[in-house]
């Protein structure tokens, strides 16, 4: 007969792995709804939204290999330079690492830049930590694709 103890040891192990993978889900799901929250206002082309959206320090790392901060994104979208007709993102994946985390998703844009039509789908990579509390995106990076996913 196995010792009391051990038994105990085992039932809170048990409870503390479903505990963390609660907590995983929730955490997964709080990213996504973040994505899909963003991709709201982006279809909104609301400035001042997309801005109170992004910390100060975010950044992103376009398909052409340029790095864009915050103001400069905002800038775009405040003087009309950027009109989206569309945004739609998706087949997202959420890798967690403690207080940091990966989203991975593909996204459709479709409007204009400094006139010009663009119809374009990407893959993307947020990266995400989470300070008091709250999960922050703090980096982006694009890249064009070639073909469906």
């Not at 479709?110 to 703090?138: A, H, Q, T």
Request: charged fraction near 30%.
């Amino acid at each position: 007969m196995k010792p009391p103890h051990l038994f105990l040891a085992l039932v809170v192990s048990l409870l503390c792995a479903a505990a963390t993978r609660a907590d995983e889900a929730s955490d997964k799901a709080e990213l996504i709804k973040r994505e899909k929250d963003f991709a709201a206002l982006l279809n909104r082309n609301d400035a001042a939204a997309i801005e109170a959206a992004l910390t100060p320090e975010w950044k992103v790392v376009g398909a052409d290999g340029a790095i864009l901060d915050r103001a400069q994104i905002v800038e775009w979208f405040r003087s009309g330079r950027m009109k989206l007709d569309s945004y739609e993102s998706g087949n997202y994946e959420v890798h967690l690492h403690g207080d940091a985390a990966v989203v991975i998703g593909v996204d459709h844009s479709k409007g204009k830049l400094d006139g010009e039509p663009f119809d374009m789908r990407e893959r993307f990579s947020d990266f995400y930590v989470r300070k008091n509390g709250k999960w922050i995106c703090v980096w982006t990076h694009s890249s064009t694709l070639a073909v469906e996913p």
